[in-house]
């Protein structure tokens, strides 16, 4: 019983027959916790749950949770490979008592089950307890009979844990295994304690205070126990080593890092960095994160181009990490079968990543040299530090990596200058207002009773206007109403928010907007029509019916839309947002190309199908594990307590959903998919009307197409001579517009020729044009190497929210520098590929925004090969 999974599985047997119940690991973006980027304890899960906030079936649980260090506060990133014990990406074995039980059984059953079941030495355990934990220390020691030897008791920096500055808080009890005399460090609370002799493996947390704001600590009426212990320490304990990279599991997967990278040194660190990036990489994208430039994508192709850039280092530059997907599946899908799901999507997501990379790898590198020329006192300045972030997309994680190889260090502060710099000038370029509510924390909870009908009584319990809490509203003024219930649905889940009607015996009030705030209150934006409104009134709520049933129509084939996308493209397809309302639909989801003409048609169909067939759209209250076992989909990203409304419509979709819906499929009537489009690195949107919007859509395009018969209707003389002088005018205009083309090639070319550089002895051009469409960025391209006689060029333009990229080498020179090879650096960068002949290529791109940054390494690549 010393393998990883074997220990694991022990752990929850154990706690299994101590009445725990076992909950599974929680994703590893969090439900509820806005300020965590990830998951990154045992506890998180069960946050609420310990507030008072959830309310469970079960006052006992245990889990073994995913979990992930790699941004935020909590980054043990840069360590990685440098340490025994540091990952990105670890497991967190725990039990947990909601108020049942304290100190005495969770004290017994972390020593039972260290030295009973694992069989570990007492005499190689040390335990310690808070300073004034008088009561665990005479457990430990009056009741378990430990060794006063091996016992200390430690402060609050070690041995006391808070939830933040106020709230739930209490004293901890570690437990820590000694290594032995060989390895250097002291007992825990020694000076000595930051050696690796004596590694903690569980950590008790005793929930016992509420802090306020003064700092003082009332009693909690329910004391609780959270307790966490690292299934990577344990089982380096368990199997007699002293690393966690020499357990079972790293090694089998160091193994399969070094079959695939070449390398035959098993010791090697760069190893040890990709076995680890593979595994939080891998759980990344099973939880819906994507590789991307912001927020937790951000993290993610931070560490999975770390992981890339080790590989180079140990001499693989071809992609490589997608193929450590199936080792890992061995070591871990048994436990995690999500992981076995979507193996084939975890694949394509790295690939596509490990190619992008590619691109600007190599030349990144060799320009970290000149970066390198820049340090002073063995520092590399922020601002180059940035240049290699924001140019070559360096994270500054992996600067300082290759900087700590060279015995260099990174000036951080001037990087996040940079970067702060560079973000408010992406925040002054794309501004936005709220409105006069966004900020407003309300407590306390508004019962929906919308599911049940359209109208209700109410009563007004509460009245704002910007922002300010009033007695009143008065005829005219805006403001937000709260009632103790309501049936206006508030905007969640993508669904937009009711409108509608209030009103009391003397006044009128147009809801326009419904919206949620706190943990449950639901708020009514509108005007007062007529009359004044009260604190107090009771009030006659009235839904306005035909745009909610209009909402509920998209709402219900949204459902269908995403059920037939995963029956089409496949189970990685996750949805990543949506917009429903009265006349359309926005679907966002998982996927990393975009969808051919014959597959939008399947899936149209697919739904279209589903309506006629007009299944009843049934809905159950259930519990969540019971639900997700039922194979109800949950959605990305979303918060679910223990209880959960399951929709399902026949056999084809079942999801976890609190919105409004139809009574039957064929109730949505019609279904048509206008668009399909990329709106960021791995997720498509799909823009679809249905009912009524619908049918007006199929009436638009009949009165259109009926429109153009009558165009060519009549004799074949008219039909020819209105084609004739259709042709004639067509010809004209296209004249025309060519002698403004080149007329605008002619200038653009006269002026852009000056701002040529010389690069030993190179003419080479690098430019942004505005306003110019791709076929004139080729005229101006063969306007520029006729001015310029000799040289190198690269020529971008925006237009419809993507890039267009040109290059162009004179002929003369097309011996040393090939377009086509230059068009794919500077493509990356765009998020785009593209390609060519030797003296001219093309490309385009999904990110505009980075054409700077891909006109950056023009320069620098024809500098590499003009020597």
């Known amino acids: 019983m010393n393998s990883s999974a074997e220990l694991r599985q022990a752990f929850l047997d154990y706690f299994a027959a ?3 119940s076992l909950v599974a690991s929680s994703p590893l973006v969090p439900g509820n ?25 079960y006052s006992r649980a245990a889990s073994a949770q995913r979990c992930v260090r790699a941004g935020g506060k909590h980054n043990d990133l840069e360590n990685v490979g440098y340490t025994a014990r540091h990952h990105t990406f670890f497991e967190m074995l725990g039990n947990f008592s909601f108020g049942d039980y304290f100190k005495r059984e969770a004290i017994t059953y972390a020593w039972d089950f260290l030295t009973r079941v694992l069989h570990l030495p007492p005499d190689k355990l040390w335990v310690t307890v808070y300073t004034e934990d008088d009561e665990a220390a005479d457990i430990w020691l009056q009741e378990l009979k430990i060794d006063p030897a091996r016992f200390s008791r430690c402060g609050e920096k070690d041995n006391f844990w808070s939830m933040g500055d106020t709230g739930p808080c209490g004293p901890c009890s570690e437990i820590f295994y000694d290594h032995g005399p060989e390895i250097p460090g002291g007992p825990p609370g020694t000076p000595e304690a930051d050696g690796d002799r004596y590694v903690e493996i569980w950590n008790l947390v005793f929930m016992q205070y509420d802090r306020d704001a003064s700092g003082e600590l009332s009693p909690l009426p329910h004391p609780s126990v959270d307790t966490g212990m690292g299934l990577e320490r344990l089982a380096a304990v368990a199997q007699g080593v002293h690393s966690n990279y020499d357990i079972d599991l790293f090694r089998n997967l160091i193994r399969a890092a070094a079959e695939v990278t070449g390398c035959t040194d098993h010791s090697s660190k760069s190893l040890r960095v990709i076995a680890d990036h593979i595994r939080s990489a891998a759980f990344l994208i099973v939880d819906g994160v994507t590789p991307g430039n912001e927020g937790r994508g951000y993290v993610q192709r931070r560490i999975i181009r770390r992981a890339i850039r080790h590989g180079y280092q140990l001499g693989q530059q071809q992609p490589f990490f997608h193929r450590l997907v199936a080792p890992l599946v061995a070591e871990m899908g048994s436990a995690y079968p999500e992981l076995v799901q979507k193996q084939d999507y975890i694949k394509r997501v790295l690939h596509t990543e490990e190619e992008r990379f590619a691109d600007t790898l190599e030349l990144g590198l060799r320009m970290f040299d000149d970066v390198v020329a820049q340090a002073q006192d063995g520092q590399i300045p922020g601002e180059a530090v940035f240049k290699l972030y924001d140019t070559y997309g360096f994270p500054a994680d992996l600067t300082a990596d290759i900087a700590r190889e060279r015995g260099l260090t990174l000036d951080m ?12 000038r992406a925040r002054a370029a794309s501004q936005f207002g709220g409105g006069d509510f966004d900020q407003l924390e309300l407590e306390g909870k508004t019962d929906f009773t919308g599911y049940e009908g359209l109208t209700d009584q109410c009563v007004l319990v509460a009245l704002y ?43 009128r009030f147009e809801v326009l907007d419904t919206q949620k705030y706190g943990d449950g209150v639901i708020g009514h934006h509108g005007r007062v029509l007529s009359g004044e409104l009260q604190v107090g009134d009771s009030i006659s709520a009235q839904v306005d019916n035909e745009r909610r049933s209009a909402t509920a129509l998209h709402h219900s084939a949204t459902h269908l839309l995403h059920a037939a996308l995963r029956n089409v493209l496949g189970e990685h397809v996750q949805q990543r947002g949506s917009q429903v309302g009265p006349e359309r639909l926005r679907f966002d989801f998982s996927h990393f190309e975009p969808i051919k003409r014959e597959q939008l048609q399947s899936i149209e169909h697919m739904v279209n199908r589903e309506i006629r067939n007009n299944h009843t759209v049934e809905t159950r209250i259930m519990e969540l594990e019971d639900a997700k076992r039922s194979g109800a989909v949950a959605l990305f990203g979303e918060k679910y307590g223990d209880q959960v409304r399951v929709l399902r419509m026949g056999d084809f979709s079942t999801e976890l959903c609190g919105g ?21 690195s791995g997720v498509r949107r799909i823009e679809a009307v249905a009912g009524a919007p619908a049918l007006h859509w199929v009436e638009t395009e009949e009165a259109r197409l009926q429109r153009i018969a009558e165009l060519v209707k009549g004799t074949t003389q008219d039909v020819d001579e209105k084609v004739s002088q259709l042709a004639e005018r067509a010809r004209r205009l296209e004249k025309e517009l060519e002698q403004l083309k080149g007329k605008l090639a002619s200038a653009a070319g006269s002026e852009l020729a000056d701002q040529a550089i010389d690069i030993n002895g190179i003419k080479v051009l690098a430019a942004k044009l505005d306003g110019v469409d791709p076929k004139a960025l080729r005229e101006t391209l063969d306007q520029l190497k006729n001015k310029l006689g000799s040289g190198v060029l690269v020529l971008a333009t925006e237009q419809g929210g993507k890039a267009s990229l040109i290059a ?9 520098f090939k377009a086509g090879d230059l068009i794919k650096v500077v493509a990356a960068a765009v998020d785009g590929k593209g390609g060519g002949r030797p003296d001219m290529a093309q490309a385009g791109g999904n990110n505009p925004a980075a054409i700077p940054a891909s006109l950056a390494l023009v320069e620098p690549w024809v500098r590499e090969r003009s020597h």
């Open 18 to 20: 101590q009445d725990h």
């Open 33 to 57: 916790d806005p300020t965590l980027l990830f998951t990154n304890a045992g506890m998180v899960q069960f946050k609420d749950t310990f507030l008072g906030r959830d309310k469970r079936s």
């Open 413 to 424: 502060a001037g990087f996040e200058t940079a970067m702060a710099q560079q973000k408010a």
């Open 465 to 507: 206007r910007d922002g300010e809490e009033r007695d009143s509203l008065a005829e005219g003024e805006s403001g937000l109403v709260i009632l103790d219930v309501t049936p206006f649905y508030a905007e969640a889940g993508g669904q937009l928010g009711d409108t509608g009607v209030l009103e009391t015996q003397s006044a």
């Open 660 to 680: 409004t819906h139809v009574r039957a499929v064929g109730d949505i009537g019609l279904f048509k998919i206008l668009s399909e489009s990329g709106i960021s």
């Open 808 to 816: 162009g080498v004179t002929k003369d020179l097309t011996d040393r």
